[in-house]
């Protein structure tokens, strides 16, 4: 069983950083990616970006130019640096792994973590 803990959250003002890490417990079948989601108030949860076990990586519109993941395999982590951010990228961040365990695809979640941009 995997289990995910994120950190790196907090309160930051417009234009400022936060770098988002979550670390994974547990063995991590490939091919797998590991990611990043946020769910706002009153919306659904999104995907914000995912980093492939061949360090492919995708990210949502909204966030491109602004956001990086990054992993490090050795140590089962998975990384958002956050830059530029903006008021609507307040949310709840949840990172997320999908693997593949013997052609079976399983999915696992953090707690999440809390992000505020707020003047």
């Known amino acids: 069983q995997v289990q995910l803990v994120g950190s790196g959250g907090g309160l930051v003002q417009p234009g400022g950083s936060l770098r988002l890490s979550c670390a994974a417990s547990?063995?991590?079948?490939?091919?797998?990616?590991m990611g990043w989601y946020r769910e706002a108030p009153g919306k659904e949860r999104e995907l914000v970006a995912v980093?492939?076990?061949?360090?492919?990586?995708n990210y949502a519109d909204s966030v491109k130019g602004r956001f990086t993941i990054s992993r490090d395999n050795v140590k089962n982590m998975v990384f958002l640096q956050m830059n530029s951010l903006k008021l609507e990228d307040t949310a709840v961040y949840y990172c997320?792994?999908?693997?593949?365990?013997?052609?079976?695809?399983?999915?696992?979640w953090g707690q999440g973590t809390q992000v505020t941009v707020s003047s």
């Open positions: 547990g063995i991590i079948f490939s091919p797998n990616a």
């Open positions: 997320n792994v999908a693997e593949n365990r013997w052609g079976r695809v399983n999915t696992y």
């Open positions: 980093i492939q076990s061949g360090d492919s990586t």
